[in-house]
């Protein structure tokens, strides 16, 4: 398993280019199954779940190819199979996005049930409660799902669950609903920019959804739906939101560009708090962060409140600031693997329920420490960029699945970071 090996205490400073999202494009592979003819995906960010993604496609008969960087190309024509097997859904969560694009092209599907991960408890009832309203029927056998419907037919579906909004349940349910017969209308539908990429997509594909980005999200179904050509995937705003929190932990000076500045407004609202000078131009965000950095109070919630996805990257930066804050993760109340490792680097936080109480400290000290999962990687990535002495990551492949090309990206702004190939 490859390493990081981080020797902290540079500044980082310069500018480095935001690459396309990751939570977008996966819907948006998945659903280009729902058309007969091929579609070309451009702003395609290169990243483990990507590769995944594209595994499962080609398992499934579709022909995936990259054409040039950035840029996929997928010929759902071939499409043999309506499985999803294990070996390939428990690699990525995501995979589940391929039961509500199944559905809707042949109105039946088989896939693996995702297993549990190591944020917390991540059920997927809301997505087969919204399938079972569009009436399919839905099993679950030997570790599968057999969903089938002979017809979908659209009604009204109320998605929301014990966190509010489920990003995943609404572009999945989405999928299906368009090629439904008839209105569907799903209510407490998330509003996550990703959403509103996946409802842009679909309708360039010949769908009718309105309202994406809204709590209440109507679809009239079609019969048919075509390939898209050129469709550009929006800007990942958690690895903008990263390199952003980047420079506030290092206390730099960074230019994060080709960004969607109004994806990050609960970001960009909480590092000013903290005294983080912050401009923007076009898709420009300049952060300056050579001043002072305060601590600050973050609570997670669904767009357009502040990605859990950046909620380790923040309790870094509070880890060095000059006083208390608290962070408290609403959408997976037990999403901090990384408290114990920032502790290792001589963070002093303490949980309180669940909250985490942290009290800044002077300085961290480089350690060992262990990735856990994917953003609570890009987390300690970026405290090991503050940390003085040498930091070492590992299992780094967590970080792999989500950020592309990141040590490079950070060694362009000055990190001292190297990979450490495993044999
Ligand atoms: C997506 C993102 C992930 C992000 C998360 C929250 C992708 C590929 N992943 O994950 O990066 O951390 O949104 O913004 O886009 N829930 C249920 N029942 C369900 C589904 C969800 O109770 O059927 C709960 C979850 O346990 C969680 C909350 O709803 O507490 C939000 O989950 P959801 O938005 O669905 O997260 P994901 O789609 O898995």
């Known amino acids: 398993m490859d390493k990081f090996l981080i020797w902290g205490g540079e500044q980082l400073k310069g500018e480095t280019p935001t690459s396309g999202s990751k939570n977008a494009v996966l819907p948006i592979l998945a659903a280009s199954l729902l ?13 483990k779940d ?5 595994e499962i496609l080609d398992a499934m008969g579709v022909r995936v190819q990259r054409t040039f960087e950035g840029t996929l190309s997928i010929d759902p024509g071939p499409l043999a199979s309506h499985e999803a097997p294990y070996d390939l859904v428990r690699k990525m969560r995501a995979s589940i996005y391929v039961l509500g694009a199944l559905l809707g092209r042949f109105g039946k599907a088989t896939v693996s049930i995702p297993g549990g991960c190591v944020i917390g ?3 997927i009832d809301l997505h087969l409660k919204g399938f079972a309203e569009l009436g399919a029927t839905i099993e679950q056998r030997c570790g599968y799902i057999f969903a089938e419907a002979p017809e979908l037919v659209g009604r009204e579906i109320f998605l929301g669950g014990p966190q509010g909004s489920s990003v995943g349940a609404t572009a999945n349910v989405l999928m299906a609903a368009v090629k439904a017969r008839g209105t569907t209308r799903i209510t407490s539908a998330a509003c996550e920019p990703e959403v509103v990429d996946l409802a842009n997509f679909l309708n360039r594909m010949g769908a009718k959804v309105s309202d994406a980005g809204s709590p209440t999200i109507t679809v009239e179904g079609v019969s048919e739906l075509h390939g898209v050509e050129g469709y550009e995937v929006i800007p990942d705003r958690i690895e903008a939101g990263t390199f952003m929190t980047a420079a506030a932990v290092t206390h730099g000076d960074v230019t994060v560009t080709g960004a969607e500045p109004a994806h990050l407004q609960s970001v960009i609202a909480k590092l000013s708090e903290a005294g983080v000078k912050i401009e923007m131009h076009n898709g420009d965000i300049h952060v300056d962060a050579t001043g002072d950095v305060g601590p600050v109070d973050v609570v997670t919630q669904t767009y357009p409140g502040f990605p859990t996805d950046l909620q380790a990257q923040f309790m870094a930066v509070a880890t060095l600031a000059d006083g208390l804050s608290r962070v408290v993760d609403k959408i997976y109340p037990n999403r901090y693997m990384h408290v114990m490792e920032y502790a290792r680097l001589g963070a002093n936080i303490t949980m309180d329920a669940n909250s985490a109480i ?7 000290s480089g350690a060992p420490i262990m990735a856990s999962d994917l953003r ?12 003085e002495g040498e930091t070492t990551v590992l299992r780094v492949y967590h970080i792999d699945r989500g950020y592309e090309d990141i040590e490079e990206k950070l060694a362009r702004l000055g990190a001292k970071i190297k990979r450490v190939k495993s044999n």
């Open 35 to 47: 058309a007969e003819t091929p579609s070309t995906i451009v702003n395609c960010p290169w990243l």
């Open 50 to 54: 990507v590769d995944t993604m594209v």
């Open 121 to 123: 408890p991540r059920p």
């Open 358 to 364: 942290v009290r800044g400290v002077e300085h961290l």
């Open 376 to 387: 609570a990687s890009a987390g300690l990535v970026l405290a090991g960029l503050a940390a």
